[in-house]
T-cell receptor
Framework: DAGVIQSPRHEVTEMGQEVTLRCKPI?????LFWYRQTMMRGLELLIY????????DSGMPEDRFSAKMPNASFSTLKIQPSEPRDSAVYFC????????????FGSGTQLSVL | GQQLNQSPQSMFIQEGEDVSMNCTSS?????WLWYKQDPGEGPVLLIA?????ELTSNGRLTAQFGITRKDSFLNISASIPSDVGIYFC????????????FGTGTRLKVLA
């Protein structure tokens, strides 16, 4: 079975540009999570969805960040405008549902904002 | 907010040695997950724990859900060079928010 698929693997952009990260969760998983990983802050939960509905976006750092899940097999995380401090690895993860379910991660998108 | 204290932060060990690391929480957790992350990759799930006192093995890895429900332990027996990486614990609390909180990670380096 395919795991969580993220694209692109690497993104280099200039400050002020719009960045869109994409994620395809594991088929049959109803919950999707976006995390950001940095050396300073570790793994931070940004937002999560259940059945395509955003449940908690309290981890989204600023209004420049937005996330959507138009259907069960696709989600995007958008940063507009991007800033150098947004540079990090962004992970998408999915689980069968909320609660005590196992969480599976994609390979991440390494974002560099110059 | 909630924090998971993971220790040690890093460790060098000789190949063949056993390794122990732990995670402690300021609150009671319902679930503990242990992950390994290799450079340039996402965290890979190693072991999941669901009940206080539970002891679960996956090959040379053994993890335990602490009796107090505020801690968990991961042991690696007879370490090999490919065990190198960062190990993370993660847990969900009883608050019902369904958020997995992650520890700061233990960086393991194995000397051949």
């Amino acid at each position: 079975d395919a795991g969580v698929i993220q694209s692109p693997r690497h993104e280099v952009t200039e400050m002020g540009q719009e960045v869109t990260l994409r994620c395809k969760p594991i088929s049959g998983h109803n919950s999707l999570f976006w995390y950001r990983q940095t050396m300073m802050r570790g793994l931070e939960l940004l937002i999560y969805f259940n059945n395509n509905v955003p449940i908690d976006d309290s981890g989204m750092p600023e209004d420049r960040f937005s996330a959507k899940m138009p259907n069960a097999s696709f989600s995007t995380l958008k940063i507009q405008p991007s800033e150098p401090r947004d540079s990090a690895v962004y992970f998408c993860a999915s689980s069968r549902g909320l609660g005590n379910e196992k969480l599976f991660f994609g390979s991440g998108t390494q974002l560099s904002v110059l | 907010g909630q924090q998971l204290n993971q220790s040690p932060q890093s460790m060098f060990i000789q190949e063949g040695e056993d390794v122990s690391m732990n995670c402690t929480s300021s609150s009671i957790f319902n679930t503990w997950l242990w992950y390994k992350q290799d450079p340039g990759e996402g965290p890979v799930l190693l072991i999941a724990l669901y009940k206080a006192g539970e002891l679960t093995s996956n090959g040379r890895l053994t993890a335990q859900f602490g009796i107090t429900r505020k801690d968990s332990f991961l042991n690696i027996s007879a370490s090999i060079p490919s065990d190198v990486g960062i190990y993370f614990c993660a847990g969900t609390s009883t608050s019902g928010t369904y958020k997995y909180i992650f520890g700061t990670g233990t960086r393991l380096k194995v000397l051949a």
